[in-house]
Every structure is written in C-alpha cells, then in structure tokens.
C-alpha cells in the first residue's frame, strides 16, 4: 500500500484528501505546515507527496526545493488554488501540478500515473 503525505494548512482540505485517498487504498499521512512535513519526511517512508504552495506563512515551494535535493525519486504533485504558480519556473521541479477542485478525480488519476511512473 503506498504512503502519501498531503501538505496543507486547511484541515478540511486534508480531511478531504485523507478520507478520499484512503477509500481509494492509499494510506495517508498529514500535515499542516511544512516543519511536520519534514518530520514525516524523514520518519516515514513516503512515496508521494501532495504539497499545496501556500502554506500559513512558508512557501511549498521552498518545501519542493528541499524534498528535490533530499529525495529526488520521491514525486512530488503540487496542488494549489492558484493557477498562475504555473509559470513561476521553481514549480517545474514538481513531477504535476494540479489546481485545487471538490473533485479530486484528476488528482487521484495523477497520483495513480506518478506511483505506476515510480514502481
């Protein structure tokens, strides 16, 4: 069963994506800011992660720049409100990039693509 940490500051939002994800038969891990990411990062053994960008007052950006240089096979989708990060070039470190939605069967559809991608 593969592990996904969600990075999120919205508990709704993680709540969201722990019970839909776990349906799916993922197992699923959370956290709300980016210092309890790296912690799970480093506990756990992860094997993806969904980072949203803006996080409280950190950057999941900055997130990405540090899970890339640490553990550069674990894929990383970033999944933001904000269509415009985009085109800022530090989100092309990001395996996808996915806008937020209610509906999160492009999100699990991505995921499913970046596990089989990785296995």
Do not use: H
Request: charged share 30%; net charge negative.
């Amino acid at each position: 069963m593969a592990k996904i940490l969600i990075v999120d500051d919205e508990p709704a939002l993680r709540l969201l994506y722990s019970d839909e994800l776990t349906e799916a038969g993922y197992e699923v891990v959370t956290a709300a800011d980016c210092s309890e990411a790296a912690q799970l990062l480093k506990a756990r053994d992860i094997d993806l992660v969904v980072l949203d960008i803006q996080i409280k007052q950190e950057s999941g950006l900055d997130m990405l720049q540090k899970i890339v240089q640490e553990q550069k096979e674990l894929p990383v989708i970033l999944c933001s409100a904000y269509n415009c990060y985009k085109d800022d070039f530090s989100s092309w470190l990001a395996d996808a990039y996915i806008v937020k939605s209610s509906d999160l069967s492009e999100l699990k559809q991505e995921i499913a693509r970046q596990l089989a991608r990785r296995a």
